[in-house]
T-cell receptor
Framework: GNSVTQMEGPVTLSEEAFLTINCTYTATGYPSLFWYVQYPGEGLQLLLKATKADDKGSNKGFEATYRKETTSFHLEKGSVQVSDSAVYFCALRMTTDSWGKLQFGAGTQVVVTP | DAGITQSPRYKITETGRQVTLMCHQTWSHSYMFWYRQDLGHGLRLIYYSAAADITDKGEVPDGYVVSRSKTENFPLTLESATRSQTSVYFC?????????????FGPGTRLTVL
């Protein structure tokens, strides 16, 4: 079956540091890929997305590039802020799935200290 | 309130009791989803729905029942709660299944089964 694997957290870093969260996937077919963010006490919000190989999604200073050859969708941000402390989820959705179901990774907690 | 809401936000119950978690959205989205969030597992899909009276099982449906008599509501019932159903439950909605249509998440219900 399809699956998403994320690096384990928590990831702790200082303000203005560079952030990378690794995400790889296994899928029979061609998925669309997503990053969702969950701030403390809240539901998930879509952060960015990509639909095909070499697409780059970006939002709020975060970027991720759909790499078909390595089946990866790593999330990066050049200079994190304390407000970026959250749990980040990588997810996939098969383009053949008319229901739009998402399959999530386990999530990576990011803690940014001043 | 506009958007997607869940009630209650917190619930403590006992093993064997029936519990219903409510989800309400004001966008008239066709698609709705129930997920549970557990440490180490990320979000796992319980049930989903494409319209009123159209529902289907997700990855972890055992012990849960859903109904959808109205487009805007998608209640999730635990018929006889077990300790393994202690979790945070998220409802989500989307206007379409295919394509990159975003799923919007509610704030979650934290359920504890004693």
């Amino acid at each position: 079956g399809n699956s998403v694997t994320q690096m384990e957290g928590p990831v702790t870093l200082s303000e203005e540091a560079f952030l990378t969260i690794n995400c790889t996937y296994t899928a029979t077919g061609y998925p669309s890929l997503f990053w969702y963010v969950q701030y403390p006490g809240e539901g998930l919000q879509l952060l960015l997305k990509a639909t095909k190989a070499d697409d780059k999604g970006s939002n709020k200073g975060f970027e991720a590039t759909y790499r078909k050859e390595t089946t990866s969708f790593h999330l990066e941000k050049g200079s994190v802020q304390v407000s970026d402390s959250a749990v980040y989820f990588c997810a996939l959705r098969m383009t053949t799935d008319s229901w739009g179901k998402l399959q999530f990774g386990a999530g990576t907690q990011v803690v940014v200290t001043p | 309130d506009a958007g997607i809401t869940q009630s209650p936000r917190y619930k403590i119950t006992e093993t064997g009791r029936q519990v219903t978690l409510m989800c309400h959205q004001t966008w008239s989205h066709s698609y709705m989803f129930w997920y549970r969030q557990d440490l180490g597992h990320g979000l796992r899909l319980i049930y989903y729905s494409a319209a009123a009276d159209i529902t289907d099982k997700g990855e972890v449906p055992d012990g849960y029942v859903v109904s959808r008599s109205k487009t805007e509501n998608f209640p999730l019932t635990l018929e006889s709660a077990t300790r393994s159903q202690t979790s945070v439950y998220f409802c989500a909605s989307s206007d379409r299944g295919e394509g990159l249509h975003e799923q919007f998440f509610g704030p979650g219900t934290r359920l504890t089964v004693l």
